[in-house]
C-alpha cells in the first residue's frame, strides 16, 4: 500500500474510496452469465488494484491509511477520530464495508481524464460497487 508523506497542494485530481467485492464465488451453468461473472471480477481486478491504486484489504491497512492521510504529529488515531466527526464517520461506515466482506481502495483521476470518472459511475451499483468522490 502506498502511503502518501507530505501535503498536496493545486492537486489536478478527484479522490475516489471505491469499495468493492469479487463475485467471483458465484457459478453458474449458464455459460453467459458466467461469462458476465468472469469479466465482472476482471474488470474490478485491472481497475481497482492497479500500480495507481492505494487497495486496503485489512483494519490495521485502513487504520494505517487514516493515520497516513488525515493525521497529524503523534495523534492516535482513536484521538484523531474522537476529535473528527467527519473523517470518522467515514472510518467507521469503511470498516463495516470491510467487515461485510468489501475491499477498500483509493484512486486518484485527473480532471482530464473525464471517461475513468463515467465509468465508475456505471459501475456504483450500491451493492457489490460503491463509490465516493472527494475532490
Known amino acids: 500500500m502506498k502511503i502518501r508523506s ?4 493545486n492537486s489536478s485530481s478527484s479522490s ?7 463475485i467471483s464465488d458465484i ?15 476482471h474488470l474490478v481486478k485491472v481497475l481497482f488494484t492497479g ?3 492505494d487497495v486496503i484489504r485489512t483494519v490495521d491497512e485502513l487504520n494505517e491509511y487514516y493515520l497516513s492521510i488525515y493525521s497529524y504529529g503523534d495523534t492516535t488515531l482513536d484521538e484523531f477520530l474522537r ?27 485527473e ?6 470518472g463515467e465509468i465508475l459511475d456505471l459501475l456504483d451499483d450500491g ?3 460503491i463509490v465516493e468522490c472527494f475532490d
Open 51 to 53: 500500480d495507481e491504486c
Open 16 to 22: 475516489y474510496i471505491i469499495a468493492y467485492r469479487n
Open 6 to 9: 507530505d501535503f498536496v497542494t
Open 83 to 109: 476529535d473528527n466527526d467527519w473523517i470518522s464517520s467515514r472510518y467507521y461506515n469503511h470498516k463495516r464495508l470491510m467487515d461485510d466482506g468489501y475491499q477498500i481502495t483509493n484512486i486518484s483521476i
Open 111 to 116: 480532471y482530464s481524464d473525464e471517461y475513468f
Open 127 to 129: 451493492e457489490n460497487i
Open 27 to 41: 457459478k453458474t451453468d449458464d455459460v453467459k452469465v458466467q461469462k458476465l461473472i468472469d469479466v465482472y471480477n
